[in-house]
């Protein structure tokens, strides 16, 4: 993506989805490969731990939308933590991404456990071609809400938490972790917004402010900004 900086500097962005599908996919591969690092693969084993024991119980069965699922290789990790018992639909607006995560789901759930529980057509993940902040879900349509390292790549990400809270059920968790200013590193995100409609990172301070507008208080712990919340109502 550096290449892409003095396109953006003669005001020619890359779209972002072209951006990943480029010079014969490298990039996608190269994402793949980083989010598969222990650093991410804490990140995501913290965010389970953040959550309650009741939280997560009551997660079995239940449906979980995944917003920014890339490979499905963070959709392995989830899929593994409720033992298959959990009905995932993962997102993501790059369609290689997609093609990607239908096809090596399965190897990914072998190379992080290689005696995990049967997948079948019934607990298979559905993934899904659509932005963050254009869902085509029915209001209250999902239990819970996973985005893990998500929200700066989008071009909104105030309008990206007000449609993840949309399609939550009353009373619905929405969970994941995200880099923000001003630990999030600042030359990352100058390559990052090289793309077109990209935010970049933001403060912490605006991610809890979003949430709120839409009446939902996160909790937040660590310098990564792990968090979690609950829309208000009653969980049917």
Not at 60 to 73: A, D, Q
Not at 135 to 154: E, I, K, R
Request: proline content about 7%.
């Amino acid at each position: 993506m550096v290449g892409y900086i003095p396109k953006r500097l003669r005001n020619e962005p890359i779209e972002l989805s072209n951006s990943f599908e480029a010079d014969g996919r490298q990039l996608m591969t190269k994402f793949d490969k980083t989010l598969s690092m222990k650093a991410y693969q804490g990140a995501r084993a913290a965010n389970f731990t953040f959550l309650s024991g009741e939280e997560q119980h009551s997660l079995y069965g239940k449906k979980l939308l995944e917003v920014g699922c890339g490979s499905g290789r963070e959709t392995a990790e989830i899929w593994l933590k409720w033992k298959g018992n959990i009905h995932i639909t993962g997102v993501d607006p790059v369609g290689s991404m997609l093609e990607l995560a239908r096809v090596s789901f399965p190897d990914f759930l072998d190379e992080l456990n290689p005696s995990h529980p049967p997948l079948t057509d019934a607990n298979r993940p559905v993934f899904e071609q659509f932005g963050a902040t254009k869902l085509p879900y029915a209001d209250n349509s999902f239990d819970a809400v996973y985005c893990g390292f998500v929200l700066h790549w989008t071009p909104d990400p105030a309008k990206a938490i007000a449609e993840i809270v949309r399609v939550l059920k009353p009373g619905g968790l929405v969970f994941g972790a995200q880099p923000v200013k001003p630990i999030a590193n600042s030359y990352f995100d100058f390559v990052i917004r090289a793309n077109e409609n990209v935010s970049g990172f933001f403060w912490i301070e605006e991610m809890k402010r979003w949430f709120a507008d839409q009446s939902v208080k996160v909790q937040v712990v660590t310098p990564m900004a792990i968090y979690k919340g609950h829309k208000p109502g009653v969980r049917a």
